[in-house]
Nanobody, 120 residues
């Protein structure tokens, strides 16, 4: 099993930045792709970004492309999501997960989520 713990959420104003972290532990050798997802109130969970754990390739949802950056530190078993130019519509609970491919399909293990609130 893989345990994931997110941190770094908070309340910010539009235009501000935040960096989310997702620390992994357990059977980390089974992690090939990692993803960030988010769920706003009353909406379904949606894909945000993915990263290839070994190669570092990335993929983003159109809504965050150019504003968000996913990265990983293999030595720390941690995935990051740098969020710049935040908008009120970015308000959501953000989750990291192990996924099967760069499209973010087949999420396996999930973290508990971290709340991001962007005020206008």
């Amino acid at each position: 099993q893989v345990q994931l713990v997110e941190s770094g959420g908070g309340l910010v104003q539009a235009g501000d930045s935040l960096r989310l972290s997702c620390a992994a532990s357990g059977r980390t050798s089974s992690m090939y792709f990692m993803g960030w997802f988010r769920q706003a109130p009353g909406k379904e969970r949606e894909f945000v970004a993915t990263i290839s754990w070994n190669g570092g390739s990335t993929n983003y949802a159109d809504s965050v492309k150019g504003r968000f950056t996913i990265s990983r530190d293999k030595a720390k078993n941690t995935v990051y999501l740098q969020m710049n130019s935040l908008k009120p519509e970015d308000t959501a609970v953000y989750y990291c997960a192990t996924v099967r491919n760069m499209a973010g399909s087949g999420p396996g293990y999930w973290g508990q989520g971290t709340q991001v609130t962007v005020s206008s």
